[in-house]
């Protein structure tokens, strides 16, 4: 694939996963300033997404809505990380932290890409991102140094979900190309980087973090290999639409 | 959104207690609201009228987290991203303002999580109409448009009430809701002019959802309860036939417009009167479905008790020692 369109399906499709993730917390926040918390942040995500499906779609792919709603799970190119259900809180609040570090470290290094459509888009983004990561942190912070019940559990969903986030730096062939030309630093810089800023959180917290050397990277999702979940979930997102693919809805 | 707050539990004695209280304070207090000035947290008011407010702002909160619920599920299914943003963002601002009315109605010293326990336990109401389910995306559209439309309605009258959080909370709730009423008509257009399969979609939404909506302002006024020292207090600002009668001059216009019918064959305005004429809805079934027996009553309170169980951990984390409770000043 061209690397430009590899690495913006990888982009798209996790922010468009993630944000229908963060949607379902919908009536079911611990507390409604989370409700609101987790909406906000999807509709961000599925903002961020549509906005790189347009640069897809100027790049010849087909319209967003058609992209995001008609394709099935093996064509997709998130990592399996954002796919899994929200679970309860300290899991969900736990993939919010892993994920957004990631994400705001690699828009910030997008910022400089040498695609300046991306560049662009990824200058605008940034902004947005700083405001997930905060959410982030200050929770993390929090439940992470609280009640030992709260530190347990953060502890037990750090422990699980830590192998799904590996699996964000999960590279394809494109990579060398994608790094040659400029258009991103790649996923191995990033995810030093990501480690580098995610211990500094954890560090002031009561959790511990897991040797990485002893964890296993859940890949395959940049190559289309996905979890049960994925499928269910587009295809409860193309329920309507697909009811009359003629319609403007 | 879904302010039919005024719908129910209102005191069948509304007397009771006002002999207990102080003659001259309650006479200042009753001028003070004669002359068109707010109530805060802090002043002197009479039991009764406390109780009745916390009531009426616990049950629009309420009626707020349990309504995001039936329009909730259609995140995950809207059609494309236009309308999936905006379903989201329609109905986070709903919890938004459980939020805001939560707060209103912690000033007059009920803290948030009573209320939320007194929700799940079944012991505070919210607006009868989301005992119903909404099967299809057009149904999530005319909740949208005229759930929202007949709260607008309703809030725009108690806005104009007595206790000054209140509302404050409604004046910033009705600017929001406006935005709302657009989104639900845009969408609700689309759909009436669309393919045959979303007209007949959004056609069959309306006759489903009709009933309901006649009965979201709540019980005729031949029925209701005496309310007058509520009005007098200006705690309850418009009766329920009042506010009916707005609705349907403001609406059944723009919804035959469009090409939809409604449901009612006896449906018509009379002009000589400028009341509108229409079928008497089923009280009875009514009443059965607000005591708990209705379609989804039992699922929205799961829901409900699911997350507050769930989210308990959580809660109980922020309450370390330093983090006491403390009531908002307005």
Known sequence: MDPKLDLLYRLADDQLILGHRNSEWNGLGPILEEDIAFSSMAQDKLGHSLQLYNLLHNLGEAEPDTVAFTRNAPQFHCCQLVELPIGEYDFSLTRHFLFDHAELLRFEALATSSYEPLAQVARKLRGELKYHALHANTWMKRLGTATEEAIERMQGALNFTLPYALGIFETTEAEPEIISSGLFIGEAELKSRWLESITKILAQTALDMPDLNLLTPVNGGRYGQHTEHLQPLLDEMAEVFRLDPTADW | ?330
Not at chain 2, 115 to 137: A, C, Q, R
Not at chain 2, 141 to 151: E, F, Q, R, T
Not at chain 2, 164 to 177: F, M, N, T, V
Not at chain 2, 220 to 245: F, G, P, Q, Y
Request: with cysteine; proline share 5%.
């Open chain 2, 1 to 330: 959104m879904y302010g039919s707050a005024s719908t129910h539990d209102l005191p069948t004695t509304a007397t009771t207690g006002l002999e207990n209280e102080d003659p001259i304070l309650l006479a200042e207090f009753e001028a003070r609201i004669a002359r068109g000035e707010k109530i805060e947290p802090g002043d002197w008011m009479p039991a009764l009228y406390r109780k009745q407010l916390t009531r009426m702002i616990e049950q629009h909160a309420h009626s707020e987290i349990i309504g995001s619920l039936p329009e909730g599920t259609w995140i995950t299914r809207a059609p494309g991203f236009r309308r999936k943003m905006a379903q989201m963002a329609k109905v986070q601002d709903e919890v938004g303002h459980a939020q805001l009315l939560y707060s209103a109605a912690e000033t007059l010293g009920k803290t948030r999580e009573q209320m939320l326990i007194d929700l799940i336990n079944g012991k505070s109401k919210y607006s009868n109409v989301f005992n119903y389910p909404t099967p299809t995306w057009a149904d999530s559209n005319v909740i949208s448009w005229l759930i929202d439309a007949g709260a607008i309605v309703n809030q725009l009258a108690n806005a104009k009430g007595s206790y000054g959080p209140y509302c404050r909370a409604l004046d910033r709730i009705c600017a929001e809701e406006a935005f709302h009423l657009k989104y639900g008509h845009d969408a609700v257009v689309h759909m009436a002019t669309g393919t045959p399969i979303q007209r007949a979609m959004m056609q069959a939404a309306l006759n489903r959802w009709w009933p309901a909506i006649m009965t979201f302002f709540g019980p005729s006024d031949k029925m209701s309860v005496h309310t007058e020292i509520l009005m007098r207090w200006k705690v309850k600002m418009a009766s329920n036939d009042e506010c009916r009668n707005q609705f349907l001059d403001m609406y059944v216009p723009k919804i035959w417009e469009i090409g939809l019918t409604l449901p009612d064959e006896k449906l018509a305005k009379n002009e000589e009167t400028g009341r509108w004429e229409f079928t008497e809805p089923d009280w009875e079934d009514f009443k059965r479905v607000i005591n708990g027996d209705g379609p989804c009553n039992a699922e929205r309170i799961a829901v409900r008790r699911a997350a507050e169980e769930n989210g308990a951990w959580v809660r109980r984390a922020l309450l370390t020692p330093k983090t006491q409770y403390v009531r908002p000043l307005a």
